[in-house]
C-alpha cells in the first residue's frame, strides 16, 4: 500500500511539474527579443556613454554640500554609485553586442576597473603619508583629489607630495591634477 501511495505522489508531482513547463511554453511565446529585454536607455553607444549626467567636476558638487565628516564619504559612495550603473550598463551591452561593440565595451569596463585600482592606491598611498583621508576621482579631464587639510594647512610641499603620488600611480601629467583641499 506504500508503495503504491508513493508512485501515486510521484506521478502526481510528475504531471504538475510537466503542465507548468508546458503552460510556460505555450504563453511565454517563445524567447524574448533584444527590444523587449532591454529599453533603449540601456543600450548604449559612444554618444551616451557617461558616468554622471552633471556638467560640473563632481567633487566640487559634493563639496559645496557637505562638511568634512561627511564629505569622504558621501563622495566615495557617490562615486562608487556612478560606478557600478555604468558597468552593470556595460556588461549588459556585452552581454547583448555582437563583433567590434563588444570590443569597445570591454576596453571601456576595463578602463573603470583600472580607474578604480588606481583611485584606491592613491587613496591609500595618500593616508599612508600621514594624512587623514581623502578621496580620488579619475575623470576623461584629468584627476581631482580631494585632501583633509591638515592644522598647518596644505603648503607646496605637501601639493607637490600629492601630485607625486598621483604621477606615479597614473599617467597624468601635472597639469591634468586637480588638489581640492577640505577643510
Do not use: H
Not at 513547463?21 to 540601456?42: C, H
Not at 556595460?90 to 571601456?108: M, P, R, W
Not at 581631482?144 to 601629467?173: C, K
Request: aromatic letters at 6%; glycine letters at 4%.
Amino acid at each position: 500500500m506504500k508503495t503504491w501511495k508513493r508512485n501515486a505522489v510521484i506521478a502526481g508531482v510528475l504531471v504538475l511539474v510537466c503542465a507548468g513547463i508546458y503552460l510556460n511554453w505555450l504563453y511565454g511565446n517563445g524567447t524574448p527579443e533584444l527590444t523587449q529585454t532591454l529599453n533603449s536607455e540601456k543600450i548604449m553607444d559612444d554618444a551616451t556613454f557617461v558616468l554622471s549626467a552633471q556638467n560640473e567636476d563632481p567633487v566640487q558638487a559634493v563639496l559645496q554640500d557637505s562638511t568634512e565628516s561627511d564629505y569622504f564619504a558621501q563622495m566615495r559612495l557617490s562615486r562608487q554609485t556612478a560606478r557600478d550603473e555604468a558597468v552593470t550598463v556595460l556588461q549588459e551591452t556585452i552581454a547583448y553586442a555582437e563583433g567590434e561593440n563588444t570590443a569597445d565595451t570591454s576596453k571601456k569596463l576595463e578602463r573603470i576597473i583600472a580607474d578604480a585600482l588606481a583611485e584606491s592606491q592613491i587613496e591609500s598611498l595618500v593616508i599612508a603619508k600621514g594624512y587623514t583621508d581623502c578621496v580620488a576621482y579619475i575623470s576623461d579631464e584629468g584627476i581631482s583629489l580631494a585632501v583633509a587639510v591638515p592644522e598647518q594647512g596644505l603648503s607646496e610641499e605637501d601639493v607637490s607630495l600629492l601630485a607625486d603620488v598621483v604621477m606615479t600611480q597614473t599617467e597624468y601629467g601635472l597639469s591634468d591634477i586637480r588638489i581640492i583641499p577640505v577643510e
